[in-house]
């Protein structure tokens, strides 16, 4: 079985987020990229299937600027297979929305055939929570989302989930769509072998036009701002203090 | 406009507190109907939520255990009749409309933090760290409202309730099994009083000094995601980006520093308390009381007080 992993090129999780003053966006030029965190596990997970013998190939697929090539390679280094790269944007500040890449992730299914596509749950940029749960619609597939345990057995999947009550199990039949949840695994750190390893390994080249896809937005993004800042509070010297404090403030 | 907002049941009741948030913003935009997805009595309460026009029950095996595939497929056979299709940024929610929302061809508005106009909204972007305005060229709008940011509608309403047709199951999953927490403590996204701990509790027996402290205030528990990892809390009480997002009047927060990822889950939470041993924390950023201490002497204390 192949599996199929979309990764998004995302900004550090570890970088502090500016808003440009004029409310057009976020700054992205000159800071720091990464994969999307919940790819990584994503990843992780596709290859220990492999690892596993329940996969025998492992290509990962990301849409967006050229620079994706990178997030491409970082996964490769890990230990997938091949990747392709779908280049649908000049500009580093342009997202491509879900519903266009879940349209270009079906294309790339339908040449593909995997037995399974997993993916990240959430891009930690738009927060959107939405691609993998159109391309399951769009290929008329069950869907496991927010998944903190995977199993394959045979031609279906059983699937732990995150919910709001706890967890949730549910069997879906393959082929499918998995979204990972951070507690689906913990990602492997690429060896440095690895890396010049995945180097080497082969990077289709595709664009957007090349799936028939329209990634014009359907969602304009009229103006992005700061969310409002809280008044810097105070430091209270002991407990009593403190229980006078929100005495005083009605919040006891 | 037509409204179809989308109930949160659980275990076959109506979430309400959910529900009637998610109904403040979906009145906004026109005229409700709610789509109860359970049993009757399900369907007869969210009739009562003030400003509904009408509910639609649809009791069906296919819905008892929230499966996407059919619930999307039931939306989607709804949804001619409506311009928006809403509901509340459940962890069900998040499972559904995205698919409703292929399946119609249009982009899913995940987690709105206010309605501008019919189609123009806010989200959260970047965990919280910038607010996006966005307007909608779709046809429909299919919508998820993030409900800490709405007051609940009230009760006093008597819509009518009707039936509505099963759109059938193509069995592309089921369901095996459910574990959910059970705790007569107050759930989180409804709780007046929250009291979170972090990796700084340090283990799972340390977790019920929280929990007496939350006993005393009357409140819900909550944790970090390094205190849920490291299994001193099960997975439904995380905060955060990727957890769930509170705003309650008074929230504290014990043992955890004060990422990003956290703070995108409590920083619109009315009074913040952070008790912290290391003063450099960034959760004292956002505290409206900050207490340096070690929190072995001070929730004992501090329960003990209260
Ligand atoms: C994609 C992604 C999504 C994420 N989503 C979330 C999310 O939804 N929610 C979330 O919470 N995190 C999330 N995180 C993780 C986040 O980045 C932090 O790692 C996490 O919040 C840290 O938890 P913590 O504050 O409990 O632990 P730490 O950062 O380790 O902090 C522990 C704190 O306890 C204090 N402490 C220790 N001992 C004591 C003591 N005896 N008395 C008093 N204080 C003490 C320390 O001074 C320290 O400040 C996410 C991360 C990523 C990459
Ligand atoms: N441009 C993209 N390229 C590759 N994968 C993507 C892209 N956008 C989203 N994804 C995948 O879809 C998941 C959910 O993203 P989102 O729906 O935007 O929150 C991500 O974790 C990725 O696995």
């Known amino acids: 079985m192949k599996i199929l992993v979309p990764v998004k090129r995302v900004i550090d999780y570890n970088v502090k987020v500016r808003v440009k003053a004029d409310g057009s966006g976020v700054d992205l030029a000159n800071v720091k990229m990464s994969m999307n965190p919940f790819d990584e596990i994503a990843v992780e997970e596709a290859i220990r299937l492999k690892e596993a013998g329940k996969a025998d190939e492992v290509v990962l697929v990301s849409i967006g600027v050229k620079q994706a090539q990178e997030t491409i390679r970082n996964g490769l280094a890990m230990g997938a297979d091949r990747g392709i790269l779908v280049t649908a944007a000049e500009d580093v500040h342009t997202d491509i929305e879900p519903l266009a890449v879940a349209k270009i992730l079906k294309a790339i299914v339908d040449e593909e055939q995997p037995g399974l596509v997993i993916m990240g749950k959430q891009a930690i940029d738009n927060d959107m929570n939405a691609t993998g749960q159109m391309l399951a619609a769009l290929l008329g597939w069950g869907q496991a989302t927010f998944a903190s345990e995977l199993a394959v057995e045979g031609d279906s999947a059983v699937v732990t989930r995150e919910v709001d009550g706890g967890l949730q199990t549910i069997k879906v039949a393959l082929p499918a769509v998995v979204t990972a949840d951070l507690r689906l695994n913990e990602p492997r750190y690429a060896s440095l072998p690895n890396i010049m390893k995945a180097k080497k390994k082969p990077v289709d080249e595709k664009t957007a036009g090349d799936y028939g896809v329209d990634v014009a937005p359907r969602l304009e993004v009229v103006k992005t701002s700061e969310p409002p800042t809280r008044q810097a509070g105070e430091m209270v010297g002991s407990v009593d203090e403190l229980v006078t404090k929100l005495k005083a403030a009605g919040a006891i | ?306």
């Open chain 2, 1 to 306: 406009m037509a409204v179809l907002l989308l109930a949160e049941v659980a275990g076959g009741d109506l979430h309400i507190d959910a529900t009637a948030k998610a109904l403040t913003a979906a009145k906004a935009l026109g005229e409700v109907t709610v789509l109860v997805c359970g049993p009757q009595a399900a369907g007869e309460a969210a009739a009562t939520l003030d400003g509904v026009a009408k509910v639609l029950v649809a009791d069906d095996a296919a819905y008892a255990n929230t499966l996407a595939e059919p619930l999307a497929d039931l939306v989607v056979s709804l949804a001619p009749g409506y311009s928006h299709i809403v509901a509340p940024a459940t962890s069900d929610a998040k499972n559904v409309l995205p698919r409703v929302a292929a399946l119609l061809d249009v982009m899913v508005i995940s987690d709105i933090s206010a309605v501008i106009d019919g189609e123009t909204f806010e989200r959260p972007v970047y965990a919280g760290n910038a607010i996006q305005t966005v307007r909608s060229k779709d046809e429909k709008k299919v919508i998820s409202v993030r409900t800490s940011t709405f007051e609940a509608a009230g009760a006093g309403g008597s819509a009518p309730v009707e039936a509505a047709a099963s759109a059938g199951d193509k069995g592309l999953s089921s369901w095996v099994e459910d574990k959910v927490d059970s705790s007569d403590r107050p759930e989180l996204t409804s709780a007046k009083v929250i009291v979170s701990g972090g990796r700084g509790v340090g283990s799972e027996e340390n977790f019920a000094l929280i929990g007496a402290l939350a006993d005393k205030l009357g409140a819900a528990v909550g944790a970090s995601r390094a205190a849920v990892d490291s299994g001193f809390a099960p997975n439904d009480l995380q905060v955060g980006q990727t957890g769930k997002v509170v705003a309650p009047e008074l929230y504290i927060a014990v043992g955890i520093s004060g990422a990003i990822q956290h703070l995108a889950g409590m920083k619109d939470s009315k009074i913040i308390v952070a008790i912290n041993k290391d003063e450099e924390a960034p959760i004292f950023q956002v505290a409206d009381y900050g207490l340096v201490a070690d929190l072995f002497e001070a929730l004992p204390e501090l329960t003990g007080k209260l």
